[in-house]
């Protein structure tokens, strides 16, 4: 049996990264991945609990040159319907509003969704398709250090990160999308609301003179991180998306995934529904073109 | 057969019907909605008795295997255990419907939910802790995880005396099939396959049992059935059912997962006999999954034919059931599938026959429908392949066979009400079927979004089931000189609303306010006897019970009145707490006064009254035939659909239903009774599963048990067909368990209708459904 001798509230980073480094301690953000697994007993409870909720500097977006920046523990009720993420990155709102239910998403954090590093965490695809940078603060003898990791770097599998004991996620930073970015961001299950993603896709596209320019593309729950699909960008980058280019984009991601066949769906299923959600988008796109 | 109608009783249905303050089908909101909704209802977990202890049992987690030695040291040394047991400490005795149960294991487990110890500890964390420091060591057998495994060649044998894993047949025949097949113009044959379902109360499973000094027995138990339950129990803890009281505390759901005695009942009483304390036990979420029984896997071959012109011929259904590694009474739900395949719709020759197998699977049991939805589902489905190859109307080929009032089906039920054809008319209209049912879909290459609907129908009983001797209910009543009126009922409350009926119906009867009448309902030391919770009797039988009890005490009450007021009784009605005049309804004097007139007065009588209803039926004969309901209810349900053909998800819509339920008692009520039901339904058929591998449960979880939510749930268009049943009270039917079962099957053939390809097996998950799609277009090369 174990217990929580200590739980501590820190009101600012310097005094997180302070903590952070300590022996036994576990950062707590919103606590819906922990405590289920605290109450169930598939993890033992920390010794030492640093809750965050607490920080200000950790807390809300903020939008300056270009630049969008979302505190680590900003809760995810609100993501979806904040004007700056809205109006930026729409795909972040769409999969951030999809996040389980409203009851869970109005504890449930954005910092914890990443550091979690689950392969279906619904908002790590939409911040690889916006090539998103995440602030990574330690502590050091002169105070605290922050450095940048891309989000595409950031998951080394099933429930790992590259935080070192005494990181703590700060923030994720990623660029404004232009205003004629196409962009969208789906996810599949059993049933279409409060599910673990089966699997799920993002995509940021830049078109010009029908043809795409740029093109950034994610998955999610079909690989043991969540993933860059290099190859699938690759099929259409400088490509005017007619249906053969899609097919060779939607093949391209098929072989680029490497999902299992777990109790929610197998391998093939997976693949099936990435290709259909991601040649429904590139349709799309193709179409908001077109008008 | 034609059942005698109480001319009587219709006189006086007739009469209360046009009175304007009746009760009788208005929307009543539930008497227990107040607490619940305020948190101030007390369920099981929130009972605390002084020195009570928490129990903790230990499950096998071993599908199959020997148990070499249980060491239980570590355990009992443990600062706060109180008691450890095992089946070395108590006195076993065999129980369940297959006489292959005890309350903890001795010798062989047979699936992953034996219980092997239990504890009973200071905290349910201590508790919890020290049934880790239990070592089991087990030696394994081989795994007998499916039907098919289960009856190969040299199989393992589950339990000794059962040589060869099917513990029972059941075998039905009304007809003759070789007949039915020579005048068949057309024969459809299939193979249907349906899930396990877990009943997801919201409430988990728990007990309290505490012992007094006198050594009587006081359960806090969620049982459905208390009073077969303090009978069955008191065999497997050898105490006397007379010293033993059940009490019941708010129960929530129980949807069938509480029509027996589980190991854990047994022993939590033999924990509190050990410590001599009160002790508790209460499920959590995942062992709730775990270790309470299921609705039944079952594969269902079936073959069916018509002639030309649509009437059906025959039905011959193979039915073989995945039982477990238990039995319960779950292994009895063939009877009520053989009632479908018998008599859902006009049928001369009807053939069935029913294997029980076991298997190394958590065990099975009652579960809303028992039985039917899966031979509906089948049923159903197949009807629509039989209109497909007549090239037919779904609609027409039902109305064709439905039956009408008063026939009686080769089974032996006599329909004495039917309003099935009213129900295909109205649930057809609604759904607007001439317009949005077109012909079915041919397809080549499957893709997009395409739509669809299908229909089924529902059979149940709808007066009760006459299984034991008796499927009666007792009512007690009295009234006090206040006008307040207390009704002892043997009819447990367990979420469907049973107790504001039977409010209702009193105070129907008594003309006054439902403010006056107090129901108590869940104690065996008060109330009289009743069979229990299921097959959707209640409102049916301990409504009529608390009818007769009340018209009783309406006459002495009316001939009380009659005395002091000096009237003629039959002058003389009760209405808004009053005595009135019946033809003016002049109020003459409150209730309260003649009562007390009567306390008081010259005779120094009560106003206490008993009534025991048994309704006319008959228990089934040797054949399994006879008229074993007081009567029938029906429905038809009309899904509409949206199905991705690219990803297999499919969106129902719309469910038009019609229910036959003879007469709406609570409008309100009966809204929530028929939408939780297609609710149920329509994840029994989308997506819930209780998935095993080796006998082993992989999805204990909400997580990963899927069941639909509000975001899912469709419109709803709920019709009331009221044929006014002359043996209900007030014409009522029971429609408990209805509106769950033809959900899968409408759904199924509104699939077929979209996609033109027919998927006979449950549930219809995404996955599912875009794998026979791609089947069906590589089919069609
Ligand atoms: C019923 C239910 C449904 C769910 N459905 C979904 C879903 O549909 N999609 C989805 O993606 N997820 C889902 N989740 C998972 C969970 O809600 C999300 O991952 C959530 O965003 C986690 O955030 P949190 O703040 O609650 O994390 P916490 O539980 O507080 O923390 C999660 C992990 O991150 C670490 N951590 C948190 N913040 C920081 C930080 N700033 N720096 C360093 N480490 C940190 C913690 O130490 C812990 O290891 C569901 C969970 C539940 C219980």
């Known amino acids: 049996m174990s217990a929580t001798k200590s739980y501590l509230a820190p009101t600012t980073l310097s005094e997180l990264t302070r903590l952070a480094g300590e022996p036994g301690v576990t950062v707590l953000a919103g606590g819906t991945d922990l405590q289920p697994r605290w109450s169930k007993g598939t993890a033992d409870r920390p010794e030492i609990v640093v809750d965050i909720k607490g920080i200000n ?87 605290t250090i922050i450095r940048q990791v891309p989000v595409t770097e950031f998951f080394t599998g099933p429930g790992a990160t590259v935080l070192s004991p005494g990181d703590v996620l700060v923030a994720v930073r990623f660029k404004a999308l232009p205003k004629e970015t196409f962009s969208a961001w789906n996810k599949f299950g059993t049933r279409p609301s409060m599910e673990i993603a089966v699997a799920s896709v993002g995509v940021v596209l830049r078109m010009a003179d029908g043809k795409v320019t740029a093109a950034r593309v994610g998955y999610g729950s079909v690989a043991p991180v969540p993933l860059r699909g290099v190859d699938a960008e690759a099929a259409i980058v400088n490509q005017t998306l007619s249906d053969d280019v899609i097919a060779r984009c939607t093949e391209a991601a098929r072989n680029e995934i490497s999902p299992i066949t777990d109790m929610r769906a197998s391998e093939r299923y997976r693949r099936d529904v990435v290709a259909v959600m991601l040649r429904r988008m590139l349709e799309n796109a193709r179409h908001a073109r077109n008008n | 057969m034609i059942r005698s109608v109480d001319d009587t009783a219709v006189k006086e249905q007739t009469r209360r019907k046009t009175r304007k303050d009746s009760l009788i089908g208005k929307r009543v909101p539930k008497l227990d909605a107040p607490d619940k909704a305020t948190g101030k209802t007390r369920y099981l977990d929130d009972i605390k008795l002084p020195r009570m202890l928490y129990g903790k049992i230990l499950f096998a987690d071993r599908p199959h295997a020997r148990i070499v030695k249980i060491d239980t040291s570590a355990a009992k040394v443990m600062k706060g255990v109180r008691a450890v047991i095992t089946a070395d400490d108590v006195e076993l005795v065999t129980f369940g419907f297959g006489s292959d149960n005890t309350a903890l294991k001795k010798g062989k487990v047979t699936c992953i939910r034996d219980e092997i110890a239990a504890v009973a500890a200071d905290t349910s964390e201590i508790a919890t802790e020290a049934i ?32 060869d894993n099917v513990p029972f047949r059941f075998d039905y025949a009304h007809g003759d099939v070789d007949q039915g097949i020579l005048e068949s113009d057309v024969i459809v044959e299939d193979t249907y396959h349906v899930q396990r379902q877990a009943h997801c109360c919201l409430g988990t499973s728990g007990i309290i049992a505490d012992f007094g000094s006198d050594g009587r027995l006081t359960l806090h138990s969620l049982t459905q059935v208390p009073f077969s339950y303090k009978h069955d129990l008191s065999k497997i803890i050898r105490i006397p059912p007379e010293r033993i009281r059940v009490i019941q505390p708010p129960i929530g759901g129980g949807f069938g997962s509480k ?19 009160p002790v508790r036990m ?50 009895t739900t063939p009877w009520i599938s053989i009632r479908t395949f018998s008599s ?52 027409d080929i039902r109305l064709k066979n439905a039956q009408e009032s008063g026939e009686t089906t080769g089974q032996g ?36 979004v395409v739509r669809g609907m299908g229909m089924a129908s529902i059979f149940h009983v709808g007066g009760g089931a006459k299984i034991y001797r008796s499927d009666g209910c007792g009512t007690m009543l009295k009234m006090d000189d206040f006008g307040g009126v207390v009704v002892f009922t043997g009819a447990s409350e367990i979420g469907q609303g049973s107790e504001t009926v039977i409010a209702q119906i ?22 009289p006897w009743d069979v229990g919770v299921h097959a959707s009797r209640t409102t049916f039988i301990a409504g009529n019970s608390a009818l007769r009890a009340a018209r009783k005490a309406r006459e002495k009450l009316l001939a009380a009145a009659a005395e002091q007021l000096k009237r003629d009784a039959d002058d003389l009605d009760l209405s808004a707490g009053n005595v009135v005049d019946r033809s003016t309804c002049e109020p003459l004097a409150p209730i309260p006064k003649i009562i007390r007139g009567l306390h008081f007065g010259k005779k120094n ?117 009221e044929t006014n049943e002359p043996a209900g009270p007030y014409g009522a039917k029971g429609v408990a368990e209805s509106p769950l079962i033809a959900v899968s099957a409408a759904v199924a053939n509104a699939v077929h209708n979209a996609t033109g390809v027919r998927i006979n097996e449950l549930p219809l998950t995404p996955e599912r459904v875009l794998r026979k799609l791609q089947e069906a277009t590589d089919a069609d090369g």
Request: aromatic content about 6%; hydrophobic content about 40%.
């Open chain 1, 57 to 143: 500097e950790l807390k809300g977006a903020t939008f300056a040159n270009g630049e969008i920046r979302i505190g680590a523990c900003t809760r995810i009720n609100g993501i979806d319907v904040n004007v700056i993420v809205r109006e930026h990155a729409p795909l972040l709102a769409e999969a951030a509003g999809r996040v389980a239910c409203p009851q869970i998403r109005n504890r449930a954090t954005l910092g914890g969704n990443l550091c979690n590093a689950s392969p279906a965490a619904d908002t790590a695809v939409p911040l690889i398709a916006l090539d998103a940078v995440l602030d990574i603060a330690t502590s050091a003898p002169n105070g």
């Open chain 2, 132 to 163: 880790k420091r239990i070592a089991v060591t087990y030696e394994d057998l081989p795994v007998i995880g499916s039907i098919e495994e289960s009856l190969a060649d040299g199989a393992p044998v589950i339990h000794e005396h059962i040589a």
């Open chain 2, 259 to 277: 029509l027996d005695v589980h190991p854990f009942e047994p022993i939590c009483v033999f924990l509190a006999r050990a410590t001599s304390r």
């Open chain 2, 282 to 331: 209460t499920f959590s979420r995942e062992e709730e999954f775990l270790a309470t029984p299921t609705r039944q896997p079952m594969v269902i071959k079936l073959k069916s034919g018509a002639k030309k012109d649509g009437t059906f011929t025959f039905r011959d259904v193979l039915m073989t059931l995945d039982n477990g590694g238990h039995t319960s009474w779950g292994a």
């Open chain 2, 344 to 395: 859902l719709y006009r049928v001369p020759h009807v053939r069935q026959h029913v294997d029980v197998i076991y298997t190394n699977n958590i065990y099975a049991c009652a579960f809303r429908g028992y039985g039917n939805p899966q031979a509906t589902f089948a049923l159903e489905s197949q009807i629509d392949g039989l209109a497909d190859e007549l090239g037919m109307d779904p609609l």
């Open chain 2, 413 to 448: 039920l006599v329909l004495g009400t039917c309003g099935l054809k009213e129900c295909l008319e109205t649930a057809t209209r609604n759904a607007g079927w001439d317009v949005k049912h077109s012909a079915p879909a041919k397809h080549g290459k499957r893709t997009g």
């Open chain 2, 506 to 527: 009193v105070a129907e009867e008594l003309g006054l306010p439902l403010d006056n009448i107090r129901i108590v309902n869940n104690d065996t030391d008060l109330t």
């Open chain 2, 605 to 721: 009588d009560l106003i206490m009254t008993s009534d025991y209803y048994e309704p006319p039926s008959t228990a089934p004969d040797k054949e399994d035939k006879g008229d074993i309901s007081a009567c029938y209810s029906f429905g038809t349900h009309v899904a509409e659909v949206e199905v991705d053909q690219d990803t297999g998800v499919v969106k129902v819509l719309g469910i038009s239903a019609a229910h036959d339920v003879g007469r709406v008692i609570n409008q309100m009520g009966i809204e929530g009774q028929i939408e939780g039901g297609i609710a149920q339904g329509l994840g029994y058929c989308l997506t819930e599963e209780l998935k095993l591998r080796d006998g082993r449960v992989i999805n204990p979880t909400f997580t990963d048990y899927k069941l639909i939510t509000t975001q899912e749930l469709p419109e709803m268009n709920v019709a009331f067909i």
